[in-house]
């Protein structure tokens, strides 16, 4: 099983704080805090995952961190 990081980018607008991971399009998180984006985002990863796994999309193995793939 392959191990590597994913980065995340969280940048804030006004009041929000927005976090996308470029290998993953359309998967994102949103808060008042980064904390609150990076947790929105890890779900998010989660989630679209398990719907790969669900559906038998292939998951974009470029850059799959260990934390993501314990589900």
Avoid: W
Avoid at 28 to 46: H, Q, W
């Amino acid at each position: 099983m392959t191990h590597d990081t994913n980065p995340i980018t969280i940048e804030k607008e006004g009041n929000q704080y927005y976090a996308y991971s470029e290998g993953l399009p359309g998967v994102y998180g949103v808060g008042t805090s980064m904390e609150e984006a990076k947790t929105g985002i890890l779900d998010a990863i989660r989630i679209y995952f398990l719907q790969c796994k669900k559906t038998g999309r292939p998951l974009p193995l470029r850059r799959i961190s260990k934390l993501l793939l314990q589900y």
